[in-house]
């Protein structure tokens, strides 16, 4: 298929960015080292030391400079691709940024095998149960560290099945829970034979809405966040991620992926009415099946990304922070 001049000045840009960008050893190299300015003050990162079952987790803290953080949420992050889906360096898209500029400190998680994580050498086996546990190693850390007993919590897409399942399991530690995209029921009976998922460019950009002729549409998204996106999904995520969590998604739409009846703590439901992966029947019962104070949005027009979509992306991060600021 041809390629419309604006895919291909994106993705350039992209690979301008890939090979521009220094590795993360580099970038990253100190603890509570400064990493990006917003006006007149300094974003801070630390990583935090965690081990579960023989493999090193990659665990991260951002911070605002001048900003006195009063809670802690934790992001996790959805089937391919790693925790950088939230701080996407353009303009004001990142979510972390943003929840750190509203005083929390931001944390995320890097499930084994994923991104900076250690990986095994099973690519099945960091399924939805694995997860879970490598979730819990890192709450318990957080509330250590920072001296608390209770966290917020907020998954995307895969990412909504493994927090959901943690606050089942762990429900003392979860304050409040945040399910973008979820994935309520399986997405569709289908073989997954490799432990490894093949990643590719392209299928870094399938999230992003396309146009009548199959192209990312530049109307809902800009260019310049693809770009990013797909680099640092490249550059984290390199050519492959594990497909435990793909192998438990890949069964019939009867099966129930979610067990919302579990959840103790209020739970807030965002998606956009576009979103492939949504059945907005469910979507729309969820809250109901949760305890009192939970509620959903769902935002017109918006698709699997809608984070990163140029009209809705400020109406994502304020919902969210309309919710998390509740007592």
Avoid at 24 to 53: C, K, M, W
Avoid at 184 to 203: C, L, M, P, T
Avoid at 245 to 271: H, Q
Wanted: with cysteine; charged share 25%; aromatic share 12%.
């Amino acid at each position: 298929m041809r390629k419309t001049p604006f895919v291909i000045l994106s993705t350039l840009a992209a690979l301008f960015l890939l090979f521009l960008t220094p590795p993360s050893s580099q970038v990253f190299a100190q603890l509570d080292a400064p990493i990006a300015a917003d006006g007149e003050s300094r974003f801070f990162y630390h990583e935090t030391p965690l081990t579960r079952n023989g493999l090193e987790l990659h665990l991260s803290r951002v911070t605002k400079e001048f900003v006195e953080p009063t809670r802690d949420i934790l992001l996790i992050h959805g089937l391919t691709y790693s925790s950088h889906v939230f701080n996407v360096d353009y303009e004001d898209y990142s979510l972390v940024r943003r929840l750190a500029n509203f005083g929390y400190r931001v944390w995320r998680l890097d499930v084994a095998g994923y991104g900076r994580s250690e990986r095994p050498d099973d690519g099945f086996l960091p399924n939805t149960e694995y997860a879970v546990e490598d979730i819990h190693a890192a709450v318990e850390a957080i509330c250590k560290f920072e001296r608390v007993d209770q966290i917020d919590l907020l998954g995307w897409s895969w990412g909504t099945i493994t927090t959901s399942a943690f606050a089942n399991r762990y429900p003392e530690r979860v304050r409040r829970l945040v399910l973008y995209a979820p994935i309520f029921k399986g997405i569709g009976e289908a073989q997954v034979d490799d432990a490894y998922h093949a990643n590719s460019w392209e299928h870094a950009s399938e999230d992003f809405q396309r146009d009548e002729n199959g192209e990312i549409d530049l109307s809902i998204v800009d260019p310049a966040v693809v770009a990013t996106f797909c680099s640092n999904c490249w550059r984290y995520d390199k050519d492959s991620s594990p497909n435990g969590g793909r192998r438990e998604a890949c069964v019939p739409e009867t099966t129930s992926l979610i067990n919302l009846e579990g959840i103790k703590c209020p739970t807030f439901f965002v998606c956009g009415d576009k979103d492939p992966y949504i059945d907005l029947e469910l979507f729309f019962a969820a809250p109901g099946k949760t305890p009192l104070g939970s509620d959903l949005v769902v935002l017109p027009g918006g698709g699997h990304a809608v984070m990163l979509e140029k009209s809705l992306y400020h109406d994502f991060q304020d919902a969210i922070l309309t919710f998390l600021d509740k007592e």
